[in-house]
């Protein structure tokens, strides 16, 4: 049997990146993580850096999936007592379980964070003894031999003690979140970058969207520091090759998401991180409609600020934990700010995770209904973890959401006769599909005449997806998938079915007849023919997703009957 990547067990890459720098890759092949950002399953690695000149620095030690095979790996390569700072980008609880790990063998260590990071790690270090040294930004950090590390704070709503190094001596610049890729391979530099470009989009879009407006004030301080040769992020490879155009794409990406109409602010606590990630998948869904997310971390905001947020936009969303059967003192803060600054014609939700009970959501809930808003969907309750089926079920909520705002938004106006050129684009005809696809225990379903035969060796066809569209998501690079073809004249119940709007979460194969193809996709029985593809590629075009599949195999159910064709008359629509 073929050894595949996902099979492969976890592991450390150890390799000399720079003079007196050492890159430690811990390695996953598979889903690290029940989080949206891990969702294309390609692996991810948690990059660690090590500096070894008359002083030895330590950079983001991973989280527990890797502790231990971290740890043994380091302690083959150096005396591990010896290390003088360990720099964090940022603090969570995954990762403190390696920091308790570090200070058993090296009580020593020195904690180089921001001020944010460093009230976080004195909270999760509980009655531990730890030494601090907070860097603000006008500090720098000598290690001897010419390596001077420069500080700049980069927060952002999800990780507000964010903290980028600079190394005078290499010209690095170690970027923690920023520029990072969920993708697991054994290239460390990103030669043949071009590769990477959906990665990193991806993790763009799930990561950094929400939080445009203070990514585009990291970047502007990113700017200023002195020439930069490579960036050293916490995940994927480093970036090298295609430095210049993904900074110029992150700036590019974070102003398109200021400039829309529409703005939800979206506010939230987070004891765990579970609330967190149900609020970064309903921003994934926003986002995806075209909607601009203002994120505010409540624990952080200062009222004036979240005032200033919320009086602008079109709609809310609240998450919050609970803790002690109550939500936390900056969440009921926050919720006295909305009812006294947001008007009651704004969209109002509310999601959270609970461990034992869910107080804090029923408190939102009831007071924001008391006060005459109106919900755009039923309460989140997720006790503990999210699964897969939560995350993709809050992200099509998310749509769901910006499409009703939107709507609301648009100013009814008589429709005016098609140009010549809408006349002539709407001539093109496609022929009527249902794309379908299983992947796990997620499933989707969609209605599909932008389709097209692109290549005879190997077969191949491409297929134009909305980018709202709820089975964009399953369809990155290697998904799965089938299109089943429709016949003239028998179409309209397969047609009809899947027109019509589906709640998130909700079954698209309730009451059709399917049987699982090859691929483990559904296969429409009353289809006249199916194929089994496989994404190859996927190109970005306007409000759409040109997606480029090859063919594996196939069948055709009735030879008789013709392809059901769909004639427009106009481009502007389907």
């Given at each position: 049997?073929?050894?595949?990547a996902?099979?492969?067990p ?19 092949w598979?889903?690290?993580?029940f ?29 527990e ?10 302690q ?34 020195t ?8 009230i ?18 006008e ?9 001077r ?7 952002t709503?999800?990780?507000p ?10 010209q ?22 071009s ?9 763009f879009?799930?990561?950094m ?18 020439p ?21 794409s ?11 109409d529409v ?14 990630t ?30 200033a ?13 609970t803790l ?26 509310v ?11 029923d ?16 309460p ?11 995350l ?26 098609a140009?010549?050129v ?5 001539r ?16 989707s ?6 389709v097209?035969q692109?290549t ?22 290697e ?12 179409h ?17 194969f309730?009451?059709?007849?399917v ?10 029985k009353?289809?006249?023919?199916y194929?089994?593809c496989?994404?190859?590629n996927r ?21 008789d009957?013709k392809t ?11």
């Amino acid at each position: 049997m073929t050894t595949t990547a996902i099979e492969r067990p976890r592991d450390v890459q150890v390799l000399p990146i720079a003079e007196n720098t050492t890159i430690v890759r811990s390695r996953s092949w598979g889903r690290l993580r029940f989080e949206i950002e891990y969702a294309l399953q390609r692996g991810t690695t948690a990059n660690s850096y090590l500096i070894r000149s008359n002083k030895t620095a330590l950079f983001d030690p991973p989280g527990e999936s890797f502790t231990e095979i971290f740890l043994e790996a380091l302690q083959q390569r150096i005396d591990v007592t010896k290390i003088d700072f360990v720099v964090i980008g940022h603090v969570n609880p995954n990762r403190v379980v390696t920091l308790k790990a570090l200070l058993d063998i090296a009580p020593q260590i020195t904690f180089v964070c921001s001020n944010p990071g460093a009230i976080a790690l004195r909270s999760f270090m509980e009655d531990r003894k730890v030494k601090i040294k907070v860097m603000r930004g006008e500090e720098t950090l000598n290690l001897g031999n010419g390596h001077r590390l420069l500080f700049t704070p980069t927060p952002t709503p999800r990780w507000p003690d964010g903290l980028a190094t600079y190394d005078t001596k290499t010209q690095i610049l170690y970027t923690d979140k920023f520029f990072g890729a969920h993708v697991c391979g054994d290239q460390v530099f990103d030669e043949g970058w071009s590769v990477y470009a959906n990665d990193r989009r991806y993790y763009f879009d799930c990561l950094m969207a929400p939080h445009a407006r203070q990514v585009e004030t990291a970047l502007d301080k990113l700017a200023s520091l002195p020439p930069v040769k490579f960036y050293a992020p916490g995940h994927g490879p480093i970036v090298r090759d295609g430095m210049k155009e993904l900074t110029d794409s992150y700036r590019q990406w974070s102003q398109e998401q200021k400039g829309k109409d529409v703005t939800v602010a979206l506010l939230f606590a987070s004891a765990y991180g579970n609330t967190a990630t149900i609020g970064q998948a309903i921003a994934r869904g926003l986002t995806k409609a075209g909607v601009q997310v203002e994120s505010i971390n409540c624990e952080v905001a200062a009222p004036e600020d979240i005032q200033a947020v919320v009086e602008k936009c079109s709609g809310f969303i609240i998450g919050s934990p609970t803790l002690g059967g109550h939500a936390p003192t900056q969440i009921q803060t926050a919720l006295g700010i909305v009812l006294s600054s947001v008007p009651k014609t704004a969209l109002a939700g509310v999601f959270g995770s609970f461990g034992w009970s869910g107080e804090a959501i029923d408190l939102l809930e009831s007071k924001l209904r008391n006060a005459g808003y109106q919900f755009g969907f039923d309460p989140i309750r997720v006790k503990f973890k999210p699964t897969d089926v939560t995350l993709k079920t809050c992200e099509e909520i998310g749509t769901d959401f910006a499409q009703t705002l939107k709507k609301a938004k648009k100013v009814r106006t008589p429709r005016q006769p098609a140009s010549n050129v809408e006349q002539a684009t709407g001539r093109i005809v496609g022929s009527l599909c249902v794309l379908t696809t299983k992947q796990g225990d997620l499933s989707s379903a969609m209605l599909a005449s932008w389709v097209s035969q692109a290549t005879f060796s190997p077969p191949g066809l491409t297929v134009a997806v909305a980018k709202e569209r709820a089975i964009e998501s399953l369809l990155h690079h290697e998904r799965p998938f089938v299109l089943n073809v429709l016949g003239e004249g028998k179409h309209l119940g397969l047609m009809k079915h899947f027109l019509k709007p589906f709640k998130p979460g909700e079954d698209r194969f309730e009451g059709v007849n399917v049987e699982e193809s090859e691929n483990g996709s559904p296969i429409l029985k009353d289809a006249i023919a199916y194929l089994d593809c496989t994404v190859k590629n996927r190109m970005e075009c306007g409000d759409h997703w040109l997606v480029y599949a090859t063919v594996d195999s196939g069948n055709v159910f009735d030879p008789d009957t013709k392809t059901a064709v769909h004639h427009r008359k106009s481009g502007t629509n389907y």
